[in-house]
Nanobody
Framework: QVQLVESGGGLVQAGDSLRLSCAAS????????MAWFRQAPGKEREFVAA????????NYADSVKGRVTISKDNAKNTVYLQMNSLKPEDTAVYYC???????????????????WGQGTQVTVSS
């Protein structure tokens, strides 16, 4: 069983940076792939970034590539999303997610992820 709790969202101006955190419970966190998704009002949930279970390979949505970095601290059971050069179109609720089993690295499909946090709101003003 994995529980995920996001934090770090807020109201920022365009061009600012934010670091989102996702604290995970569970004994085998170090062996889980992790991902971030986001959902803007009136839109479907979309993939942002994913990190494989080994922590060595990452994937990013084209809309955030070059501005966002996903990372993981196994000692703290925490996954991060560093977001730079934020744009108003980045405004959304951001969710972290994990697959049902360790040693499995989904990529960008939300149905491949089983555990979800409650989300943290990011609002970017122009």
């Amino acid at each position: 069983q994995v529980q995920l709790v996001e934090s770090g969202g807020g109201l920022v101006q365009a061009g600012d940076s934010l670091r989102l955190s996702c604290a995970a419970s569970g004994r085998f966190f170090s062996n889980y792939a992790m991902a971030w998704f986001r959902q803007a009002p009136g839109k479907e949930r979309e993939f942002v970034a994913a990190l494989d279970y080994g922590g060595s390979s990452s994937n990013y949505a084209d809309s955030v590539k070059g501005r966002v970095t996903i990372s993981k601290d196994n000692a703290k059971n925490t996954v991060y999303l560093q977001m730079n050069s934020l744009k108003p179109e980045d405004t959304a609720v951001y969710y972290c997610a994990a697959p049902r089993n360790p040693y499995y690295s989904p990529r960008y499909k939300s149905y491949e992820y089983y555990y979800w946090g409650q989300g943290t709101q990011v609002t970017v003003s122009s």
